[in-house]
Nanobody, 119 residues
């Protein structure tokens, strides 16, 4: 089992910045990738960014060039730097981790952290 705790959400103005953190605990030995997703009111959850264990990162087109994902493997933590925020970035942001134990792939989600962007 893996537990995830997100933090760093809050309110920001258009053009502002926030930094989200996601700390994994428990059986972290099988982590193969970590990612961020978000869900705006009335919309489906969507992919934001992903980072693999060797640091390869991918981003949704809507955040490319504004958001940056990073990791501290020793601390089992990933970060999402949100820059040049827009009102459409308002959502609950969720951390997701995938693990692999040679037979089974498992997925874990955090509880989410709210990001609100106002003009």
């Amino acid at each position: 089992q893996v537990q995830l705790v997100e933090s760093g959400g809050g309110s920001a103005q258009v053009g502002g910045s926030l930094r989200l953190s996601c700390i994994a605990s428990g059986d972290t030995s099988g982590i193969i990738d970590m990612s961020w997703h978000r869900q705006a009111p009335g919309k489906e959850r969507e992919f934001v960014s992903r980072i693999d264990r060797v640091g390869g990162a991918t981003y949704a087109d809507s955040v490319q060039g504004r958001f940056s994902i990073s990791q501290d493997k020793a601390k089992h933590t990933i970060y999402l730097q949100l820059n040049n925020l827009k009102p459409e970035d308002t959502a609950v942001y969720y951390c997701k981790i995938s693990t692999w134990d040679m037979t089974t792939r498992r997925t874990y989600w955090g509880q989410g952290t709210q990001v609100t962007v106002s003009s």
